[in-house]
């Protein structure tokens, strides 16, 4: 009965979707369901395009493709910064498409850091991705300052996400700097940007965001919201392909300062090619680069900014609103009984694009669903991230999964798997 209905309504969302034809531009595989686009994201018929552009230019241009390609790689950096700034909320030149995402957090540091006196502390929290911590303690090295003192964690109450009120507590006159993520990667919980940024700075202190899991998911207003820094990767729900270039947003109020990691590309670009030893760094986020950009690592970028500036990136929030919510009824009405928590929040404006359970067999219940045909995404030690991406799935895909998943826990097929964790998830 409750099967026929859900099944009922995913048709009906379906048919309803005004973004339902996006996911014709992507390649998937048939009878494969794939929700695992917050970490990677697939390949579109844009992005595929773009890049074949670009090696086509290659071949026939050779050097002159700097500037005579169709978007020429000299400045094909600035012109992705131009069509990502919607996305964040900022002024073009606030923005640049550059490094990979740790690189860009240590650049970030490496500018914006400047411990004075007794203000020398950087705010994190327990829940940050590993990368992003391992690089603010060695940046906190370089400084000869010590991660056990300077680091400041905020706690998690209950493993899994933050109490803003907590985090606001934690801002002390000790804390020079704040780096927290937009969205929490673990549990998907989208935390208040404005609110803490307002907090940060009656209280004096920077505050930048890893914008990682929102970005292309959930509209941002950083400039709006006087957020001084922002970073973030292009190969989760953008979708340029892995390991491709990251992005970051530098507010104007921190433009003229000498890049931190400097590089020939951190240059004026009328100045570069003096190749004069003394700098004109660039007037924006532009002076963030450091060398010669990864031109076949940013080209997918073009085609899928195209894809999503057609589809609106307001109307994909409000789809994939819907689709995880949807995808958390079903949970709460067929898997009832099963042992899974959904730890993700439930209100809109708290949570990001993907929906977190729990469950103490998850890394068994994950390999059972990938030969079930469905792609979620493990995270250890006991997470099971479903991310329905909405410029490609369907509510059918999200019926289709818990179907798959409900009899993977009814007939206990999970427990014909290893419990081993893989070296990827
Ligand atoms: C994916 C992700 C990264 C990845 O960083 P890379 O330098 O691209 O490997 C960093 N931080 C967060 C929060 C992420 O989700």
Do not use: N, P, V
């Given at each position: 009965m409750s099967q026929e209905t859900t099944y009922e309504k995913a048709l009906v969302l379906d048919s309803q979707d005004e973004l339902a034809h996006y996911k014709d531009n992507f390649y998937r595989n048939t009878n494969q369901i794939y929700l695992d686009g917050n970490s990677l994201g697939l390949l579109s018929v844009q992005s595929e395009q773009a890049l074949l552009t670009v090696l086509n230019e290659w071949k026939t241009?050779?050097?002159d493709g700097w500037l005579e390609a169709s978007t020429p790689w000299f400045f094909l950096a600035e012109e992705l910064a131009k069509q990502t700034a919607p996305l964040i909320g900022a002024r073009a030149d606030e923005v640049i498409v550059a490094n990979s995402t740790t690189v860009n957090l240590h650049q970030l540091i490496a500018t914006l850091f400047k411990p004075s006196g007794t203000r020398n502390k950087i705010l994190s929290d327990e829940l940050s991705f590993p990368s992003d911590v391992y690089a603010l303690e060695s940046q906190l090295n370089l400084k000869s300052l010590h991660a056990d003192t300077h680091l400041v964690k905020v706690k998690s109450l209950n493993g899994f996400t933050l109490d803003e009120h907590l985090i606001v507590e934690a801002m002390t006159e000790e804390i020079s700097m704040i780096v927290m993520p937009s969205v929490i990667y673990t549990s998907g919980q989208l935390l208040d940007m404005e609110y803490l940024t307002a907090e940060a700075h009656k209280r004096g202190i920077l505050i930048g965001f890893d914008c990682s899991h929102s970005i292309g998911a959930v509209p941002h207003k950083l400039s709006d919201w006087n957020v001084d820094f922002a970073f973030w990767c292009n190969y989760k729900y953008l979708n340029s392909g892995p390991g491709s270039t990251g992005g970051l947003y530098l507010n104007q109020r921190h433009f003229g300062q000498s890049p931190g990691l400097a590089g020939w590309f951190s240059s004026k670009k009328d100045y570069?090619?003096?190749?004069?030893?003394t700098a004109q760094y660039?007037?924006?986020?532009?002076?963030l680069q450091i060398g010669t950009p990864n031109i076949l690592s940013m080209a997918p970028l073009k085609g899928s900014l195209q894809l999503i500036a057609e589809a609106g990136i307001d109307r994909l929030r409000l789809k994939s609103l819907r689709l995880t919510a949807y995808l958390m009824e079903l949970v709460e009405s067929e898997l009832t009984g099963y042992g899974f928590t959904i730890a993700n929040p439930r209100e809109n404006h708290r949570r990001g694009g993907h929906v977190s359970l729990i469950h103490d067999e998850a890394i068994r219940i994950c390999k059972a669903l990938r030969q079930q045909g469905v792609i979620p995404d493990y995270r250890y030690p006991n997470i099971i991230r479903l991310a329905p991406v909405a410029l490609y799935t369907s509510f059918i895909d999200c019926y289709e999964a818990v179907k798959r998943l409900k009899q993977i826990m009814n007939d206990r097929i999970y427990e014909s798997h290893e419990k081993e964790r893989g070296l990827v998830p």
């Open positions: 241009l050779g050097i570069q090619f003096t190749m004069s030893h660039a007037e924006g986020a532009g002076s």
